[in-house]
């Protein structure tokens, strides 16, 4: 298995939600911030962010 | 223990090893950074470079898939020591998720195929569509039960092309007389009057 298999395989898990976080926070001794549902939030916050300035847009027009 | 014979002279000496700069490569040296939230902050503020994000923009525009930006990026930053390979691997989801997030932000869609090459599950969809539907598949079965087809003669009447045989008419043979000649079956009689 090469690294991109290994990234390939990564992301999967993660995607998947998979991955075990609470091992990782362990070893970090932190709350793990980067999660799936934080992805999930900033996707819709940077995807909403984005619909107000195009309505502008269109209404200038 | 084994001796060697014949040492070779430009070989190393018995624990060279241990007394090289491990210093000179940065993945030689510990990481800049071993904290997983730590790491992905670092890697998404980069990300957010112009530079950057002009690479990741024109990747994802030839439709590369995710998976493969994830991992350029990734590498870079084991190359330069500032995360180590295990944790690299670890942030690969989050990286590539933000990617993704990217992509959409700008009205891209990101190829977020995780499918290692050579190793698809084999699933019924899969099979379908590498032996087409049940119908094609009979139809196949029902045309193989025929009779062989007859094979297609070669067709000996056109020609053409630099390689192709020489029609009839192209032909450049030489006249019978001319074949004689070159075979040495005149006669002297004639040969002397020419």
Do not use: C
């Not at chain 1, 091992?23 to 107000?52: A, C, G, R």
């Not at chain 2, 902050?41 to 030839?62: A, G, K, N, P, V």
């Not at chain 2, 056109?158 to 192709?164: A, C, K, N, Q, R």
């Amino acid at each position: 298995m090469n690294f991109t298999d290994a990234v390939r395989k990564s992301m999967q898990k993660f995607l998947d939600g998979k991955l075990d976080l609470k091992e990782l926070q362990k070893v970090t001794e932190e709350d793990i911030l980067y999660t799936p549902d934080f992805f999930d939030d900033l996707e819709e916050q940077m995807l909403e962010d984005d619909e107000p300035a195009e309505k502008d847009e269109q209404d200038e027009d | 223990m084994k001796i060697n014979p014949r040492p070779t002279l430009d070989g190393p000496i018995p624990g060279e090893s241990l007394t090289a700069d491990t210093r000179n490569y940065p993945w030689h040296r510990p990481p800049e950074i071993t904290d997983y939230n730590e790491g992905i902050t670092r890697l998404i503020t980069d990300m957010d470079d112009e530079r950057e994000m002009q690479l990741i923009y024109s990747l994802l525009e030839l439709e590369v898939p995710v998976a493969i930006i994830t991992s350029n990026i990734l590498m870079r930053k084991i190359a330069r020591g500032i995360v180590p390979i295990d944790l690299g691997i670890l942030m690969a989801g989050p990286v590539s998720r933000y990617v993704e997030i990217l992509a959409k932000d700008n009205g891209m869609t990101a190829d977020m195929d995780t499918s290692i090459p050579g190793q698809e599950p084999i699933t019924p969809t899969m099979l379908k569509l590498q032996m087409g539907t049940v119908d094609d598949i009979q139809d196949l079965l029902e045309e193989g039960t025929d009779s062989p087809e007859t094979p297609v003669e070669a067709d000996t009447t056109t020609s053409g092309g630099l390689m192709g045989a020489p029609s009839e008419e192209d032909a450049l043979s030489a006249s019978d007389e001319e074949q004689a000649a070159m075979l040495g079956m005149v006669d002297e009689d004639e040969e002397e009057q020419v």
